[in-house]
């Protein structure tokens, strides 16, 4: 069954750079596309990147030119960097396959990591 290990998050003040790491399990990790999500206080989750198997990935264009996708399929870990942060990048991030996993017809969240940024 999948697993999904978020870790990397803290408190950063704008400008700051952070590296969220994902690590999965029970899966086979490199066919997949892989994204990372954030649900920021009141608000819905929200689509942030997405790295598809081959290669390719897309970013929101809240982030675009700050945040780097990145995988290690030998690791079965997805990577996200983040640069310039700004307050509005505080949230929960999570990571998840692009569309979300699925277990018994309910989509499976990790725990996620929090991302504040603030001075």
């Known amino acids: 069954q999948v697993q999904l290990v978020e870790s990397g998050g803290g408190l950063v003040q704008p400008g700051g750079s952070l590296r969220l790491s994902c690590a999965a399990s029970?899966?086979?990790?490199?066919?997949?596309?892989m994204a990372w999500y954030r649900q920021a206080p009141g608000k819905q989750r929200e689509l942030v990147a997405t790295?598809?198997?081959?290669?390719?990935?897309d970013y929101a264009d809240s982030v675009k030119g700050r945040f780097t996708i990145s995988r290690d399929n030998a690791k079965s870990t997805v990577y996200l960097q983040m640069n310039s942060l700004k307050p509005e990048d505080t949230a929960v991030y999570y990571c998840?396959?692009?569309?979300?996993?699925?277990?018994?017809?309910?989509?499976?969240w990790g725990q996620g990591t929090r991302v504040t940024v603030s001075s």
């Open positions: 998840n396959r692009w569309p979300p996993f699925r277990v018994s017809g309910v989509a499976y």
């Open positions: 029970g899966i086979t990790f490199s066919g997949y596309n």
């Open positions: 790295l598809a198997s081959g290669g390719s990935a």
